[in-house]
């Protein structure tokens, strides 16, 4: 982070393991400092949640905890460093009418990466590091090499993405698809802080890049897509994070509705013409 790597594993020799200047009162207070710095810096410019965030502390302090055991350290300075409360799997994402405002607010350099997020549901990550190898324009298909959960995946390019994509200059270069406007060979950065700026200039609250990829997966279910099918689109190790999107389906819950119906068989207008047909079997016998 800030320090100087420990020249060898272990104390330095003739080194009590409660002396030298990592285990200074001084060091502590400004690592403790520098560590706070370093998670509320990742949470404002990379949106981090707070599950993420404890996921950073959790590492940090195993790290720290390493160093103890090595008798680098006298004591872990994330000690003093709370939890944040985790809530509920955030799922905002934009209708339509936010979806065209955002459109139009934004960019020739920025659209063609809201019109890849919109329309792949990649994450922040794996749309400024593809690069053209991956895009096979002729197949329509996107390879993602590496995503998070550590295997390749394939996605689909419909035809408005194919036919953004057809339009980048950057196309005829071979390396990044959305390359950095200031730096060669580099990928584009500054996403955050532009896609905050355009949606404050179309007036949409509460947004962050990531919920394009939210919105993605829930018009995907509005509009009947099955689950599996979207797990596999947005690359989710296994099923539990996507059924956050179910709720949305309107396939499943008349699916669910019939089956109970058809369980219950307490359809009334069936029930009145069964027990017209018993009685009038029952007439006829007398």
């Known amino acids: ?38 998670l509320n810096t990742r ?22 905890n390493r160093a103890i055991k090595w008798g680098l350290l006298g004591t872990n300075p994330t000690a003093g460093i709370g939890r944040l409360r985790e809530t509920g799997a955030r799922t905002r994402f934009l209708d339509q009418d936010e979806i065209k405002v955002l459109l139009e607010a934004a960019n020739d350099r920025f659209h063609p990466i809201l019109i890849t997020a919109l329309h792949t549901g990649m994450r922040r990550g794996e749309i400024l590091r593809l690069q053209w190898p991956d895009v096979d324009l002729k197949n329509r298909t ?12 394939m996605i689909p390019i419909d035809g408005t ?97 019939q089956i109970l119906d058809t369980a219950l068989r307490t359809d009334t207008k069936t029930d009145t013409v069964e027990n017209q047909t018993q009685a009038g079997s029952a007439n006829s016998l007398k």
Request: glycine share 4%; charged share 25%; with cysteine.
């Open 1 to 38: 982070m800030f320090y100087e790597p420990a020249p060898s594993i272990g104390a330095p020799t003739g080194t009590s393991p409660h002396e030298g200047p990592l285990h200074d009162r001084s060091f502590i207070g400004n690592a403790l400092k520098d560590i706070m710095r370093f």
């Open 161 to 257: 993405l194919c036919t953004t994509l057809l339009a980048l200059p950057s196309r005829f270069q071979k390396g990044y698809v959305f390359p950095s406007p200031r730096k060669e060979n580099a990928p584009y950065t500054d996403i955050n802080h532009t896609f905050r700026r355009i949606a404050d200039k179309a007036n949409i609250e509460n947004v962050r890049f990531h919920d394009l990829r939210h919105t993605f997966a829930s018009h995907l279910v509005m509009n009947g897509v099955d689950i599996r099918t979207v797990q596999e689109l947005l690359g989710h190790a296994n099923v539990t994070m996507t059924m956050r999107y179910s709720h949305l389906s309107p396939v499943h819950r008349t699916r669910a509705v």
């Open 142 to 153: 996107i390879t993602i090499q590496e995503s998070k959960s550590g295997k390749k995946r």
């Open 43 to 64: 949470i404002e410019r990379d949106e981090l949640s707070p599950a993420t965030r404890n996921r950073h502390l959790v590492m940090l302090r195993a790290l720290f």
